[in-house]
């Protein structure tokens, strides 16, 4: 069983819908959550944590978790075509000091103009 | 905004070759890692470093790798006899005392 998983997609959003994207784990011990944006060569880049079950919005960006389900999603509102990259979701299990993220393959999205 | 930096870009080595690849963490963090990502396929870790010693690491970091913080500011990974599978992106990554880590441009090695 694969830890993190993602739908690889494409998946594609009309300019100024909500594109919604979703990350499944397996390990129960995983207690803090991460998107990353990465652009085709370049690095990942931080853009919304969350650690507590529930909903937390930064700006045009949502995170969602749901622990008893194993479920993490972003929701992007207003979609923009800079907005097209590919989503990594990330997990850590927090046990002693700063461990690994372990991340699924990404989701790739484009949003069209 | 601080940043992590990373050096060379690119670096090109014949197979057997040595190879560092350098980073510089943000400047106040105390954790350091390095992950690997593989043209399209997904980031994975290789190791983290805290307090002067490894404190994780993965499969892929066998005794081919090791990884040195020499002075107040760099951190480095080296790759002692490297192979045609070595050839990925290295990503150097920093944190603080949250989780959150925050990643380099990253390194291209490729090995020919």
């Known amino acids: 069983q694969k830890e993190v998983e993602q739908n690889s997609g494409p998946l594609s959003v009309p300019e100024g819908a909500i594109a919604s994207l979703n990350c499944t784990y397996s390990?129960?011990?995983?207690?803090?959550f991460f998107w990353y944006r990465q652009y085709s060569g370049k690095s990942p880049e931080l853009i919304m944590f969350?650690?507590?079950?529930g909903d937390k919005e930064d700006g045009r960006f949502t995170a969602q978790l749901n622990k008893a389900s194993q479920y993490v999603s972003l929701l992007i509102r207003d979609s923009q075509p800079s907005d097209s990259a590919t989503y990594l979701c990330?997990?850590?299990?927090?046990?002693?000091?700063?461990?690994?993220?372990?991340f699924g393959t990404g989701t790739r999205l484009t949003i069209i103009p | 905004e601080p940043e992590v930096t990373q050096t060379p870009s690119h670096q090109v080595t014949q197979m057997g070759q040595e190879v560092i690849l350098r980073c510089v963490p943000i400047s106040n963090h105390l954790y350091f890692y390095w992950y690997r990502q593989i043209l399209g396929q997904k980031v994975e870790f290789l190791v983290s470093?805290?307090?002067?010693?490894?404190?994780?690491k993965s499969e892929i970091f066998d005794d081919q790798f090791s990884v040195e913080r020499p002075d107040g500011s760099n951190f480095t990974l080296k790759i002692r006899s490297t192979k045609l599978e070595d050839s990925a992106m290295y990503f150097c990554?920093?944190?603080?005392?949250?989780?959150?880590?925050?990643f380099g441009p990253g390194t291209r090695l490729t090995v020919t």
């Open positions: 969350i650690y507590s079950n």
């Open positions: 470093f805290y307090n002067n010693e490894i404190s994780e």
């Open positions: 390990d129960r011990g995983s207690q803090s």
């Open positions: 990330a997990v850590k299990i927090v046990r002693v000091g700063n461990e690994k993220l372990t």
């Open positions: 990554a920093s944190a603080g005392r949250g989780y959150e880590q925050y």
